[in-house]
Each structure stands twice: as C-alpha cells, then as structure tokens.
C-alpha cells in the first residue's frame, strides 16, 4: 500500500507543472549577469572554459523577433566536446512561465533540438525564427581535461543581404607574373581585434587550423608513417599568422598546380574559426588579342615583367593605294625601362630586339589568317621595377599608325662654327611623311655637370608623349628653350642655337609630331661650352 502510494505521489510531480518567474530584468544583454546562470549575450564571441562536468550556458530571447537564430560551437584545437541545444518557451512578460517535462532521454527539462560530440570542428545550427524563450547549451568535454570552447548566438535577418554594410566573405586573387595576391574582408564581429591565419595547399581545403598543424607537424617529422589513403607528401603546406593584416602575397608558383586556401580569425590561442576560402589553378597567361590598329597599354611591372600578345592577320584587307600587300607592321614602346621583344609565328622565330623607348617592326610575306604572337620581358630584375607600363599596335594598314615614320638614324649631328662659343648648329634626318610633320626643339640648361650625373642618349619616348611637367622643369631648376616649325621632307634639318653661355652644359632635344597623331623624339644631345666644339 505504501509502495503504491508513494508511485502515484512520484507520477503526480512528473504531470505537475513547473512555475516560476521569468528572468528578463536581469538577464538582458546589458544587464548583469549572475553567477548561477552563465548567459552568452548575442553577436558577440564567447570565449568559456569547459570542464569534464556538464555546465550550462543560457542563451535569452526576451521576445519574439523576426530574425533567424544560429548557434555556433566551436571546440579548441583537438578536444572532443559533447553538447547539447534545448529550448524553453517563456510567455509574456511578467507572468509564469510554465515548462513541461518532456519524453527525452535526458533527465533535463526543455525540448532538445540538438545533440553532437565534435572534435575541433565548429558546427552551426540554425534554428530559424528566434522564438521567445530561454535556449540552454549543455556542454562537457569528453576526455576528461579542461579545455576551452567559444560560443557564437547570431541575430541575423532573413535575407543577409538586406543588412547594412554587409559584405560577403571570400578571397580575392589578383596575379601578378609568378605570384598572386589574396586579399579579403575583415570579420564582421570585433573586427578590430581578430588576427588572421592563411593556410595553403595544394591538396585541399582545411576544415580546421588545428588539422593543417597536425599535418605540417607530420609532414616535418621524418619518421611519421602513413598510408595509401593519405595525402601525399610532396603537396605544399604552409601556415602564415599575419596579425591584423588581411591580405598576403604568394610567390614561387607552379603552372598547373591547384592551390587552395584557407583564412582563419584567431579568438585567441586555441580557438580559431573559419572565415573564407577559395580555389586557384595557376595557370599562364593567355596572349592578349589584338584588334587591327588598336593600341594596347598594360602595367608591364604588375605582371612580373612579361607578357605576350596575339593578332590575327585578316582575310579580307582594305589597303590603301602604294601599301605593299602581305605586310603587317607593329610597334612597341616600353615606358622609363629596356625589354626583350621576340615576334613568332607558328613557333618560328620571325625578330629578336632589345627595345629601349620606341621600335617599329616590319614582317613581310604574310598570309591571311596566320596568327603572330609578340612576347615581352624586361631584360632583368631591376628594370621590372624601373618599368611602368607596354604599349603595343599591330597592323596591315601602316597609315593608321599614329606615330611618325621615324628615320633608321636617329642621333643629332653638332657643326661646329670656327671662334663661337655661344651658338651651335645642329642637324638631324628628317622623318618620312606624306604629310607635313611639325619639329621642335628643346634647349635644357643643366645645374649641375653632366659628368656627375648618368646620361642617356635615349629619351623615354612616353615621357615625350605625357608631355613635359613643369613641376618637374622647376624642381630640376633648369630652363627650356623651345622652337616648333613646319619641316621640309626628304632633307637634312639643320637649327642654329643661339644665346649659349660659356662654361655651361646643355641637353639637346629634338621631338616631331605627326598631324593628329603622336610625338616622338631623337637621340639627345649633350652640349659642353667649355671647349667650344665637339663634346
């Protein structure tokens, strides 16, 4: 009788509801928080120890909203964490709360909505609209040993990209010749004090840091073994910890090598979540098409120095009256740099120069639909730096290249006139033209001495083309003298300098433009008034 008595007191306190206050008024995100109930506010990281006894951490919804609720788990580097997600309904504010006990096979009261034991790897649950209620995360770690494990309660609209100022994660790869860049967004949390960590491979993408450590670890001890399943051990495996820095370059690529990387936020230092991944074959670079008489302009330094390009000769040619047929006609003009020019076709080596400032090539005997393929490299390392930029122009059609037809020699000759130190008569050939090209001369008096300073012959044709800064003509503190006319065709030009001072060293510079075309310029010209004749 009394057992019996006391099995329907035991079945009443099961069916028994439970009654007590909601804890909204002290339980808020910027409320305090008390000891016997640990509360992960939302939007925030949450770092927490975690011992082998369960402990409970509270997530609270105060009221009904209509953004998405995500819990995210993230256990430290190898711990295996068993925990759990229940929920608790709570009514309105201010009245009792009531809370069923449900038929799980826990003996905790609220409805389990998640259950999982992981090992280093953070997992996401989305539970879709944040009802109003008390959520409780169970957790313990299951080899016994403290460890560490951080929580995540993200409040997120339906739709993310309905968020201000959202940006999505992901890296962006920029290639520069034999490197590229990696570039990506900041985390959105606490974004000014997570560090970043990049891992790269060439085998896969990482799940976790603590993964690609316990490889790397294995790959430098000589004596790990390992199976035919595993990855294998000539793959590339690199961890860089860049601090705050959200970008890297990445050099001593291979051609058809599959690169994959990985970018971790660093909470600390044992938690580290993923941010953004991405996939990359490097591959070369593809010639660049040209079109028929259509300059092309590239940054010659962002791709390492080389480059290439492709033009296609036509079936069907319009050529102007006395153009010789099967004639294709390109120029290239490097700017403030000295590079390596091979023209191909087929494989077949056609011109090899070394080009500094501007250079007209000439291929006869071409065929239509025959494809030429012009390469580019900077003759060594420090022209690459010194380089800007590459204009290149093919075409069959030499009347609409905008550059004037520059004479095989191109240097000025000095006459000299017997007893006169303060004139100078110089002479250069004139430039082939139809058309009436227009001349100028540029006399530059030099401060300093030109056997102090480094001097070349050569112009930088673009310099000549953007034109001349007089911020620059100041802060070099010399003065130009300029004289432009109309010059004759098929002749010698001469010009005669007047007004030199004595004892002074001058740079001579004589440019000629096409009509509605460009400029180019000839060989300069070093002066020196100390012996009155030829320097």
């Known amino acids: 009788m009394l057992v019996r008595l006391w099995l329907a007191v035991l079945m ?75 929920f608790i309904p709570l009514t309105r504010f201010n009245q009792t709360v009531v809370i069923l006990w449900n038929n799980n096979k826990s003996s905790d009261i609220g409805r389990l909505l998640i259950e999982y034991t992981g090992v280093s790897i953070p997992v996401t649950y989305d539970h879709g609209r944040a009802n109003r209620g008390l959520y409780v995360i169970s957790a313990q770690t299951a080899a016994g040993d403290d460890s560490n494990a951080m929580f995540y309660v993200g409040l997120k609209q339906k739709s993310q990209k309905k968020q201000f100022g959202y940006r999505p994660n992901g890296i962006r790869i920029k290639k520069g010749g034999q490197k590229i860049y990696l570039r990506w967004n900041l985390s959105h949390i606490d974004h000014h004090l997570m560090k970043y960590s990049l891992v790269v491979s060439t085998s896969k993408i990482y799940t976790t840091i603590c993964e690609a450590e316990l490889r790397l670890e294995e790959k430098q001890n000589i004596n790990f073994t390992y199976s035919d399943d595993d990855l294998r051990l000539d793959d590339r495996l690199e961890i860089h910890h860049l601090g705050f820095n959200t970008s890297y ?52 330094r962002a791709q390492n120095g080389k480059a290439s390009f492709r033009y296609k000769v036509g079936n069907n040619r319009q050529l102007a009256k006395d153009v010789p047929p099967n004639t294709l006609y390109w120029y290239v003009m490097p700017c403030d740099g000295v590079v390596y020019v091979e023209i191909r076709c087929r494989k077949t080596l056609l011109i090899n120069k070394r080009v500094f400032g501007y250079e007209k090539f000439i291929l006869n005997n071409t065929k239509s639909g025959e494809r030429y393929v012009l390469k580019v490299e900077s003759v060594s390392v420090d022209e690459t730096q010194r380089i800007r930029s590459i204009e290149v122009m093919a075409t069959v059609r030499p009347e609409m290249i905008q550059m004037p037809d520059m004479p095989s020699d191109l240097s000025i000759q000095q006459y000299v006139e017997p ?54 003509d100041f802060s070099n503190n010399y003065r130009t003298k300029t004289r432009c006319y109309i010059g004759e065709k098929g002749i010698v030009l001469v010009e005669k300098i007047l007004k030199l001072k004595p004892l002074t060293t001058y740079t001579i510079q004589v440019t000629v433009t096409k009509p509605r075309g460009r400029t180019l310029s000839y060989d300069l010209l070093k002066l020196d008034t100390n012996s009155c004749g030829l320097n």
């Open 249 to 300: 370059t990445l050099n001593d690529l291979i051609y058809d090598e599959t690169y994959y990387f990985t970018v971790f936020v660093l909470h600390g230092p044992h938690i580290a979540t993923h941010h953004a991944n991405a996939t990359y074959k490097f591959q070369k670079s593809k010639p660049i098409g040209l079109k028929d008489a259509k300059p092309k302009m590239i940054n010659l």
């Open 12 to 86: 009443a306190e099961l069916l028994t509801v439970v009654a007590f206050k909601p804890l909204e008024a002290n339980l808020t995100r910027d409320g305090p928080i008390t000891k016997s109930m640990l509360v992960i506010p939302h939007d925030f990281d949450h770092v927490v120890p975690v011992t082998k006894f369960r402990t409970k951490f509270h997530i609270l919804i105060p009221q009904d909203s209509d953004r998405n609720l995500s819990v995210t788990v993230t256990p430290s580097c190898n711990t295996v964490l068993n925990w759990d997600l229940k």
């Open 419 to 472: 007893d006169d130190c303060q004139s100078v008569k110089i002479g250069w050939l004139s430039a082939n033209s139809l058309t009436d090209l227009k001349y100028c001369v540029y006399v530059q008096e030099n401060s300093n001495s030109l056997e102090s300073v480094d001097f070349s012959v050569k112009p930088d044709q673009c310099k000549v083309r953007y034109g001349k800064s007089r911020r620059s």
